[in-house]
């Protein structure tokens, strides 16, 4: 049953550590699963972890923790070729799709050789709900901050764009973030748009933001608009805390 409108939930979190395994999901990532309104059957999620050159741990660690959470789950890999036959059917059968962190320059790049950019246009119309940490936050938005080119952070502006705002992340835990993100959106090279703390989320509905979210105490998320002296105006949204 896919979502009633599309959604997205755009985090810097959904995963915490753990004492068995190397991560262990956390509310942001469940709740993105609950968006899916799935009744009478196990829910289907679908792991992306191109970000991380498809890191064979990141995904076994996934299947770990889809079988505690009693998920349906499964992966697409493109590394060294599409483990599955049938892309564009799986992900539009699928109930929610989570992109994990990594290099977003090194995702972008390679959705849009294997035709995801069109493909994830689709299932985000059709109802699947769309989930992501970090480089899986920025993708979804017209661009934001990364590290994939560097320590030194630099711009990334050509995001699928389906989200018509900017995205910073990791806002509170990584000290350039913050500037730079201010920056950009005072220049004029990102447009407005919203940021998360470790910890937080931004729900869509359709293109607009309806709620923030957090699964740390204090994490927050803001909104950032260019203003008329051409200075960054950072404006912290309410956000609701998830147990």
Same mark, same amino acid.
């Given at each position: 049953?896919?979502?009633?409108?599309?959604?997205?939930?755009?985090?810097?979190?959904?995963?915490?550590?753990?004492?068995?395994?190397?991560?262990?999901?956390?509310?942001?990532?469940?709740?993105?699963?609950?968006?899916?309104?799935?009744?009478?059957?196990?829910?289907?999620?679908?792991?992306?972890?191109?970000?991380?050159?498809?890191?064979?741990?990141?995904?076994?660690?996934?299947?770990?923790?889809?079988?505690?959470?009693?998920?349906?789950?499964?992966?697409?890999?493109?590394?060294?070729?599409?483990?599955?036959?049938?892309?564009?059917?799986?992900?539009?059968?699928?109930?929610?799709?989570?992109?994990?962190?990594?290099?977003?320059?090194?995702?972008?790049?390679?959705?849009?050789?294997?035709?995801?950019?069109?493909?994830?246009?689709?299932?985000?119309?059709?109802?699947?709900?769309?989930?992501?940490?970090?480089?899986?936050?920025?993708?979804?938005?017209?661009?934001?901050?990364?590290?994939?080119?560097?320590?030194?952070?630099?711009?990334?502006?050509?995001?699928?764009?389906?989200?018509?705002?900017?995205?910073?992340?990791?806002?509170?835990?990584?000290?350039?973030?913050?500037?730079?993100?201010?920056?950009?959106? *005072? !220049?004029?090279?990102?447009?407005?748009? &919203?940021?998360? @703390?470790? $910890?937080?989320?931004?729900?869509?509905?359709? /293109?607009? =933001?309806?709620?923030?979210? *957090? !699964?740390?105490?204090?994490?927050?998320? &803001?909104?950032? @608009?260019? $203003?008329?002296?051409?200075?960054?105006?950072? /404006?912290? =949204?309410?956000?609701?805390?998830?147990?």
């Amino acid at each position: 049953m896919p979502a009633d409108a599309p959604t997205i939930l755009a985090t810097s979190g959904g995963l915490r550590a753990a004492q068995r395994l190397q991560w262990e999901v956390a509310p942001l990532t469940r709740h993105a699963v609950d968006l899916a309104g799935t009744s009478g059957r196990a829910p289907r999620v679908c792991l992306l972890a191109t970000a991380v050159g498809d890191d064979p741990k990141t995904i076994s660690t996934f299947y770990a923790n889809a079988a505690a959470e009693g998920w349906q789950a499964s992966h697409l890999a493109l590394f060294p070729m599409p483990n599955l036959a049938e892309v564009r059917e799986h992900l539009l059968s699928r109930d929610v799709v989570w992109v994990w962190g990594g290099s977003v320059a090194g995702l972008l790049a390679m959705w849009r050789l294997h035709g995801l950019d069109e493909i994830f246009r689709e299932a985000w119309q059709a109802g699947v709900v769309l989930t992501g940490v970090s480089a899986g936050s920025i993708c979804w938005h017209i661009g934001g901050t990364t590290d994939s080119f560097g320590p030194d952070l630099r711009p990334i502006t050509d995001g699928l764009g389906l989200l018509p705002h900017s995205n910073g992340v990791h806002y509170d835990s990584e000290p350039q973030r913050r500037p730079l993100f201010q920056r950009l959106i *005072a !220049e004029g090279a990102l447009p407005p748009g &919203y940021a998360t @703390d470790d $910890g937080a989320g931004l729900l869509y509905r359709g /293109t607009e =933001l309806v709620e923030a979210l *957090a !699964e740390r105490g204090r994490a927050g998320a &803001y909104r950032v @608009d260019r $203003g008329p002296d051409g200075t960054a105006v950072e /404006t912290p =949204l309410d956000v609701r805390r998830l147990s």
